[in-house]
């Protein structure tokens, strides 16, 4: 089971960098993708430490 939640932690990691890259891009409908996707990202995250 360790090893679903490590996979699932890199591509969370991942993930968050794809966001972090669109927020620092100057187009406002990619920052408020990158917002959305880190809100996104978190829920998951607390679904999964829940479990």
């Known amino acids: ?5 490590d996979s699932a ?5 991942e993930i968050y960098g794809i966001a972090s890259e669109l927020l620092i891009l100057p187009d406002k409908a990619a920052q408020e993708c990158g917002k959305q996707l880190r809100k996104l990202l978190e829920q998951l995250e607390r679904e999964i430490t829940q479990k």
Not at 1 to 5: H, N, Q, R, T, V
Not at 9 to 13: A, E, R
Request: proline share 0%.
């Open 1 to 5: 089971m360790a090893d679903k939640a």
């Open 9 to 13: 932690h890199v591509v969370i990691n």
